[in-house]
């Protein structure tokens, strides 16, 4: 392991670097320069950050910034704007720096003073939210390039909807060596090659190294060759030649697919002896580097410091899109789609879909529909579908499974974006990162489903939908033993814990059509994160009466009283309900009363007044009954309550077998309740 933390074997590194510096001075460069320097004195301040990477890229992202994004710092929210994301989240003073040089307001010199410190909006990695001009948070390596992919693809989608007039627009992303290394890029890349999304262009910071050291410690594949096979047209280009930097963007300006281009750049370019080594990737570069890099760049200036004429022609590339925009903004005062194409980029809810939900409701609490949840689901989508255009599905090759599509949606296929159906292929993590892009471009509201047992591979997309708040509806169908005979690979069991363990996501498992309706709703309103339906394979008989108001939107309620004081209270949650309810029948039989609550949502229902949850859960003895691990029921329980669920992993055999196997059943269910009336 001599790689890490070896500084030495940087010789030919220096080597370009000064002949690179040697060169004639230009504006772009002392440009750069000034990102370098504000890079320098910010993570110097903080004693912590990653100076290599904007020290690397600030020439190229000089060029883009200056010449080719689109974008007017006055306006970050303008809709067609240019979507820039920084996928290598680390170098996040790459784009503080752009944001403050070009003039954005909210990001001036005493957010960068104060660099990764409380309340900072230049916190440690970007994150959505701290600055509109921030469009995503990265920091996940990977995750950037995969989510750039559904903000290109959205692009696409309403271009295809709402004209060029309105929507066009390109999507630039900086990646790292590990962002290409990361899997989720590759799922990403195959996507968006076969999709043929020809405004997305990648600029590689291929600077051979990495924390561990070079890069070919762990790589020695032909990257290029990789993405040339996905579909994309790739460049090679000297990252800090800026003649190569502007005729590559030019190329891929005017490339029929989407495009890479290898920027060859030095980490840490400036710094006199660690340039070119994965010493500058991580750590302030200390006193006399950082001295001896602004030595070697010509910066002569006092630390967080930008002469005034280097400011200037900052600020303006920071207007140059200024009269573009207002040209777009006068296209939109006069465009016949003006008030639809407001409507969903302010993510406002169309008129008239509560009605057609209550309408759809309204039919199944008289026709008591016997039906699996994931089959509900379906029948909710053809309501909501038609109700809400913005609303696009897709599935990671599980479409006929978890019956994500409706007709009439209309594929997306290469070329042709005017569907609102999307085949994800077996990408799942790409897909919940690319629906995370849809959804942050605005306009759409994206779904896609996949088995529950694979939401683990979608995790971190999950994750980070969450962190961020942005809306994603995944349809998580086979929910657990209960799809039987595929066996325990494929039957989840601690998701549900898993997932309601992560802060700021609604994990909705619904017990008949009309709670899936009402699960559905929820997610739809549901604007400041993800919503995950945990669906069942098998069927489950109609539990509600009525289906007025939105029961489910509490968390959980009292779906059956007792009849006289509760000998117990049965919690359970989706196709359980039903058990209960018949135990609950069975044991009123026997003269003994208990109260089923159904329980579709924890997360909201531990946001009730503690008198509501007082009045659900009843003082009785709980029971509560779920075909998945305990994890977490004690919450709700209490330390006297009894779980009736999963211990371990579950097997192949049919479901009902399955169910009595592992003792989740209505006489395991009676036999708790006298138990605990003893
Ligand atoms: C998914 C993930 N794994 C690991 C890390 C930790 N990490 C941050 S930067 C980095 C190295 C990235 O190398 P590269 O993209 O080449 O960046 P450079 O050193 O060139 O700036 C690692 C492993 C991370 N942020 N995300
Ligand atoms: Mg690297």
């Not at 291929?206 to 790739?234: C, H, P, Q």
Request: charge should be neutral; aromatic fraction near 8%; glycine fraction near 12%.
């Amino acid at each position: 392991m001599a790689s890490i933390a070896d500084h030495s074997g940087n010789g030919a590194a220096l080597a370009r670097q000064a002949e690179l510096l040697a060169r004639e001075p230009s504006e772009d460069r002392a440009m750069a320069n000034a990102i370098r320097a504000l890079a320098i004195d910010a993570v110097e301040a903080a004693k912590s950050g990653h100076p290599g990477m904007p020290m690397g890229m600030a020439d190229a992202a000089t060029t883009l910034y200056r010449k080719f994004l689109k974008f007017d710092a006055a306006a970050p929210d303008w809709w067609d704007r240019d979507r820039f994301v920084l996928s290598a989240g680390h170098g996040s003073m790459l784009l503080y720096a752009l944001l403050h040089l070009t003039g954005h307001e909210g990001m001036g010199i005493e957010q960068i003073k104060s660099f990764r410190q409380l309340h900072s909006r230049a916190a440690g990695h970007p994150e959505y939210g701290e600055h509109p001009a921030i469009e995503m948070t990265t920091g996940p390596l990977g995750q950037g390039f995969a989510t750039s992919v559904g903000m290109a693809l959205a692009e696409r989608m309403l271009a295809a909807k709402f004209g060029k007039s309105l929507v066009d627009h390109r999507t630039w992303v900086i990646a790292g060596d590990g962002c290409l290394q990361e899997g989720v890029s590759h799922e990403a890349a195959a996507l968006a090659g076969h999709l043929k999304l020809n405004k997305l262009t990648v600029l590689w910071d291929d600077n051979s190294i990495s924390i561990d050291g070079a890069t070919s410690v762990s790589t020695s594949e032909d990257t290029l060759k990789r993405f040339a096979a996905y579909g994309w047209n790739t460049r090679r280009i000297d990252g800090h030649d800026f003649e190569e930097l502007a005729a590559a963007l030019t190329f891929a300006q005017k490339s029929s697919k989407p495009t890479i281009i290898a920027c060859k750049t030095i980490i840490g370019f400036g710094a006199p002896t660690k340039a070119g080594t994965a010493g500058v990737h991580g750590a302030a570069l200390g006193g006399a580097e950082a001295e001896g890099a602004k030595k070697a760049l010509g910066w002569n200036h006092l630390p967080f410091t930008v002469p005034d004429e280097i400011y200037a022609p900052w600020r303006e590339a920071g207007s140059r899109g200024a009269a573009t925009r207002r040209a777009w903004l006068k296209r939109l005062a006069k465009h016949p789609m003006r008030a639809e194409f407001e409507r969903v980029m302010q993510g406002k809810l169309p008129e008239g879909w509560v009605e057609a939900m209550s309408a759809y409701k309204a039919g199944l609490a008289e026709a008591k529909p016997k039906l699996a949840t994931r089959q509900a689901s379906q029948k909710a989508l053809e309501a909501l579908v038609q109700a809400v255009p913005e609303l696009v599905g897709g599935s990671a090759d599980l479409t006929g499974s978890n019956l994500t599509l409706i007709k009439g949606m209309g594929d997306v296929t290469p070329g042709n974006y005017a569907g609102r159906y999307i085949y994800y292929g077996i990408r799942e993590f790409g897909m919940a990162a690319a629906m995370n892009g849809i959804a942050l471009h605005g306009g759409l509201i994206p779904y896609g489903g996949t088995f529950f047992v694979f939401a683990d591979y979608m995790r971190p997309a999950i994750r980070l939908a969450a962190l961020m708040g942005t809306r994603a509806i995944h349809v998580l169908t086979h929910d657990s033993i209960g799809l039987g005979e595929d066996g325990p690979t494929h039957q989840p069991i601690e998701h549900l814990a898993s997932f309601r363990a992560m802060p700021n996501v609604l994990v909705l498992r619904p017990a008949d059509a009309i709670e899936t309706a009402e699960a559905w709703e929820i997610a739809i309103k549901n604007a400041k994160g993800p919503s995950l339906l945990v669906l069942s394979r098998q069927g489950v008989p109609a539990l509600r009466e009525s289906a007025n108001g939105n029961k489910s939107a509490r968390g959980a309620y009292v779906l059956a009283e007792a009849n006289g004081p509760r000998a117990a209270t049965i919690i359970a949650t989706g196709t359980e309900v039903s058990l209960a309810m018949a135990a609950r029948k069975t044991l009123a039989a026997q003269g003994i009363e208990v109260a089923v609550v159904s329980a579709p949502c924890l997360e909201l229902f531990a946001q009730q007044s503690p008198e509501y949850q007082k009045e659900v859960l009843g003082t009785a003895s709980r029971i509560g009954v779920e075909a998945a691990g305990g994890f977490g029921w004690e919450r709700w329980l209490g330390p006297d309550g009894i779980f009736i669920g999963m211990n371990g992993f579950g097997a192949s055999a049919p479901a009902e077998i399955l169910y009595e196997h592992f003792g989740i059943t209505e006489a395991a269910i009676v036999a708790a309740v006298k138990k605990e009336g003893n």
